[in-house]
């Protein structure tokens, strides 16, 4: 299992309905599993209230999400050593602006980024990979998983995991 | 030797929503002289306001259990263990390889008051597992009833946890007395949750705790004009 060399891990994630939130909780239990200090974000919605309000399970969840979590803080990516993102299929692009927001090139450096999307969606996770890479990350492509996501997005999370402590001991 | 730590001398977190109070070393609190005892490794006091709490974060590796003195916990975990806490019921969640959870007030109008107690595990890594139940308040008084405990299906019913440790409640009128045996060679910790309490003759208030080491009885008494309440741990 791991050594002494500690790990932090971020996870941020956009959802709207919840399942992109599972995935991403789930992914943090797995870096949990793996014993790295884990950090839960939701990046805000980029819709106006009026958008969300007219959408009843949406204002219900995103509700319910406020209070769950707070969203992304300055500190966090530097504390990181592993970034988790998890995107709906349907849309990257909150978390895709979230990436681009990341401190510059230098301050990414040997951070891993970890994008993962419900049905493991190519329109979505291609432009994380590529906004990740460009923001210095190296970026840890997740696997197709149609029989059990959750299970396989805990076991990318322990696995990411140990691939950021590995590269924490090397350094 | 029983060796007193006053509430006024402990951690304090203010965040607005939560007012916690630290016995032992926790968050940003940090002193190397308090960094638990024995086995008993958080002892926070917090108060959360009305419909506020703590949003989802990670544990493992931990015995955490919740005793509420005033107001509703609410809990959700990825566990799929969603559940209200009031006062005289006992919440112990064993965090093992990981679970990740909040914690809630459960009412929009009043405050919620309660410790909360992290024990460290005799091991690493077992199953996480939930464990809630109610009892009948009458049982701790004048009396140590049972919360916790390395027994499983106790009767009456006390939570199990994956350590060699026991928490026990009681609640004293004044002048009531209580006495407690402790074995040879191990330790214990009596903290005051409500009112006074004279602990072998020392007096507590709400919020102080005592270390003993080296004796072998414990006699509590209620004190002052109400008595109290207590929590006493029995720590290897």
């Known amino acids: 299992m791991s050594d002494s060399v500690p790990v932090n891990a971020l996870v941020v994630f956009y959802s709207r309905y919840g399942t992109t939130e599972k995935l991403a909780l789930a992914a943090g239990l797995g870096a949990l599993q793996a014993e790295a200090s884990i950090r839960l974000r939701r990046v805000a919605d980029r819709a106006d209230a009026g ?8 204002k219900t969840n995103l509700d319910r999400m406020n209070r769950d979590y707070v969203a992304p803080r300055p500190a966090d990516p530097l504390w990181a050593d592993v970034i988790f993102l998890a995107t709906p299929a349907e849309s990257a692009a909150e978390i895709e602006s979230y990436v681009a927001s990341l401190p510059s090139l230098g301050s990414m450096s040997g951070k891993l980024a970890a994008p993962l999307a419900p049905g493991h969606a190519d329109a979505a996770l291609k432009p994380l990979y590529a906004a990740a890479a460009l923001s210095g990350l190296i970026v840890a492509p997740s696997s197709p998983a149609p029989d059990d996501p ?7 999370g322990r696995r990411v995991t140990e691939m950021a402590r590995a590269l924490k ?3 | 030797m029983l060796r007193v730590r006053r509430a006024e001398e402990r951690g304090r977190s203010e965040l607005g929503w939560l007012t916690s109070y630290h016995t032992f070393s926790f968050g940003s609190y940090s002193d190397p002289d308090h960094m638990g005892f024995r086995a008993l490794r958080v002892l926070n006091d917090d108060r959360i306001a009305p419909g506020k709490g703590f949003g989802a974060h990670g544990h493992r590796d931990m015995e955490i ?16 263990e969603e559940h209200v806490l009031g006062p005289n019921e006992v919440q ?18 009043e405050p919620t008051h309660f410790f909360q107690i992290w024990i460290v595990p005799d091991k690493r890594g077992l199953p996480p597992s939930y464990q809630q139940f109610a009892y009948d308040p009458a049982e701790k008084r004048g009396a140590l009833r049972l919360i916790a405990g390395p027994e499983r299906n106790t009767t009456p019913r006390s939570a199990f946890i994956n ?3 026991r928490m026990y409640a009681a609640v004293l009128g004044t002048g009531e007395t209580i006495e407690y045996a402790i074995p040879k060679g191990r330790h214990a910790w009596v903290q005051g949750a409500a009112g006074e309490i004279e602990v072998n003759g020392l007096t507590i208030r709400e919020g102080d705790g005592v270390a003993v080491s ?3 009885l414990l006699a509590l008494r209620g ?10 741990f029995d720590l290897a």
């Open chain 2, 163 to 165: 350590q060699d440790a």
């Open chain 2, 214 to 216: 080296d004796e072998s």
């Open chain 2, 223 to 232: 004190a002052g004009p109400g008595g109290g309440e207590l929590l006493l």
């Open chain 2, 65 to 80: 259990l919740s005793y509420v003195l005033e107001g509703r916990l609410a809990h959700k975990d990825s566990m799929g």
């Open chain 1, 150 to 156: 959750i299970a396989a997005a805990t076991a990318f």
């Open chain 1, 51 to 58: 958008t969300i309000a007219a959408d009843a399970a949406w």
């Open chain 2, 92 to 109: 112990a969640m064993s965090a093992g390889s990981g679970v990740i959870h909040s914690e809630f007030n459960g009412s929009d109008t």
């Open chain 1, 169 to 171: 001991r090397a350094s």
